[in-house]
């Protein structure tokens, strides 16, 4: 997702360059229409080991792990999410391109009109095209600003969502914790609950309401187990 939105900012980012007169530098505008990454594991080396048939799969454990960007990616929740994030940001991507090369074509037609326009009204016109490219650049950047907060949105409703199942299958598994697995060190897959979180998730939560909607998290009841 985060890699969509950058494609966007960049696209942007080429028509922001056409504004006559801009004081936003292009690296500036990139820092700003950026989407903000999602924290990552320190860059260790890690191993989950395969335990095969000889450790049960649903061992009991005091300490269980969970790959969030897999738990996320793999649920129904998030499929839903991306595909209609990617949706929206190709929109939103082709009306950017669409503006990019109206404000090229407009600056081009300013450019061949100072040779022959007194430079007073000529200059009233260049303010006019600055004043509203800058402003289509605002609308713009807003839009790829809210779509990353919905994706923002989206995640964290998931695991808002997601934390009250987890915490079933925690005390399944006599678990007191439930770490990361990209910042463990080493584990054997048979603590790894991510597999067995998005089958639950996708059962009792299924692809959730969409962010758009305002919809609230629905309270998770008994699992019935």
Known sequence: MPRLLRMIAAVWLACACLIAGSAVSAQELTDDLAP?????????????????GEIPQDMGAPVLTVDQEQLFAGSAWGQRAKAELEEEGGKIEAENERLAQQLSDEEAELTRKRETTDPAEFRK??????????????????????????????????????????GEVMQRRGAVVVL????????LS????????????DKRIGEGPAAATGDEVPEQGDSGD
Not at 38 to 51: D, G, H, K, V
Request: net charge negative; charged share 30%; aromatic share 6%.
């Open 190 to 201: 048979a603590i790894d609950i991510t597999e067995e979180l998005i089958a639950e998730l």
């Open 180 to 187: 990361d697995r990209r910042t463990v060190f080493v584990s």
């Open 36 to 52: 903000t990454e999602p924290p990552s594991a320190e860059q260790l080396p890690n191993r989950t080991i395969e335990t095969g």
């Open 125 to 166: 016109l260049a303010e006019a095209f600055d004043a509203r490219a800058t402003e289509i650049r605002r609308e713009r950047a807003q839009i790829v600003q809210e779509l990353s907060a919905r994706n923002d949105a989206e995640r964290n409703n998931f695991f808002q969502a997601a934390l009250p199942i987890m």
